[in-house]
């Protein structure tokens, strides 16, 4: 069974979500046993793919309001997309029927930082890499931050193509206030 929900349907629930993320002090998404067990038995259904970076303050389930089974999380550094995000973003839009994704940069990453300063050592250099060829040269952390998702999300629109009616957004979470900053 696929969600039920069109792109705009999806969106428009993610950014009523984040609305009521910003002005509550708890998460009032569905986490009950019910829900659990109604997952458990008949699937997940998810009607939002969200690629967010790893960093422990961009929580996507509580951003927008979510409980379980409403997104399908994808946490990486950067919110970089390699073949392994590519995978599991196709698998949504595929197996679940996900009719958007949401690339979801933020405010103050970490991994943005490192790669304006140039770490490209170790295994961190793989991620910062990718968002050095992203940003091309832009020396701002947040407009870096604002380049590097709306390019990772043309990375997914372009080897993803063949999806009919698969929709990709891009987005900046300002960690400072909570409020999503809509790219495209």
């Known amino acids: ?26 998460n009032p998404g569905d986490v ?3 829900v659990r067990e109604e997952t458990y038995v008949h699937g997940q ?5 969200v690629i967010a970076c790893s960093d422990s303050r961009e929580i996507p389930e509580a951003i927008f309001s979510c409980g379980i089974g409403e997104i399908f999380a994808i946490r990486v550094a950067g919110n970089v997309i390699n073949e392994t995000q590519l995978g599991s973003i196709e698998y949504a839009a595929d197996h679940l029927g996900v ?5 979801l940069g933020h405010t103050n990453c970490g991994a943005v930082g490192a790669a304006l300063e140039g770490h490209t050592d170790g295994h961190v250099g793989v991620i910062t890499k990718d968002i050095i ?3 091309k040269g832009t020396v701002d952390p947040t407009a870096a ?3 590097n998702a709306m390019a990772q999300a043309e ?9 009919c009616g698969f929709r990709v957004v891009s987005a900046l979470y300002h ?4 409020t999503i900053e809509w790219l495209d």
């Open 1 to 26: 069974m696929k969600t039920q929900y069109t792109a705009e349907e999806a969106l428009q629930r993610l950014k009523d979500g984040n609305a009521r993320y910003i002005s509550s002090t708890q």
């Open 145 to 147: 931050s604002r380049r």
């Open 32 to 34: 009950s046993q019910h």
């Open 133 to 135: 060829k992203a940003v």
């Open 175 to 178: 960690i400072e206030n909570g």
């Open 45 to 49: 259904h998810p009607y939002a793919t």
């Open 99 to 103: 009719p958007l994704t949401v690339v």
């Open 155 to 163: 990375r997914i629109r372009t080897v993803l193509r063949e999806h």
